[in-house]
């Protein structure tokens, strides 16, 4: 199984951004995706997540307004779009795959443990 994140560099504060995370070895239909940052000197924390089906989003409260996940499952690929970059968003973006039962098409989980696969991450570095 690979995840791989991608999209990220050195922008302004202001931009946006948009990073996507292509997986691969695995049916991609079948798992939950999530983002997760780590920032310098910071534990890796949650910022969203998508149901396996796309209807269903969760976000971390201090993202919520600012990112956008998506999923094409066509495309085996998730997003994460954006907006308004703080230099507090510098940080490596990280996906993740959680595998979860036919039954569970609405589930999400903010929880790291519960993600089976996790990419290599992106780095996001936003300039003041």
């Known amino acids: 199984v690979q995840l791989q994140a991608s999209g990220g560099g050195l922008v302004q504060a202001g931009d946006s951004l948009r990073l996507a995370c292509v997986a691969s070895?695995?049916?991609?239909?079948?798992?939950?995706m999530g983002w997760f940052r780590q920032a310098p000197g910071k534990d890796r924390e949650y910022i969203a997540a998508?149901?396996?089906?796309?209807?269903?989003?969760y976000y971390a409260d201090s993202v919520k307004g600012r990112f956008t996940i998506s999923r094409d499952n066509a495309e085996n690929t998730v997003y994460l779009q954006i907006t308004s970059l703080r230099p507090e968003d510098t940080a490596v973006y990280y996906c993740?795959?959680?595998?979860?039962?036919?039954?569970?098409?609405?589930?999400?989980?903010?929880?790291?443990?519960?993600?089976?696969?996790w990419g290599q991450g992106t780095l996001v570095t936003v300039s003041s």
């Open positions: 993740a795959a959680d595998r979860v039962y036919s039954s569970q098409r609405m589930y999400v989980s903010s929880r790291q443990s519960d993600y089976d696969y």
């Open positions: 070895g695995l049916t991609f239909s079948g798992y939950a």
């Open positions: 998508i149901s396996k089906n796309g209807a269903n989003t």
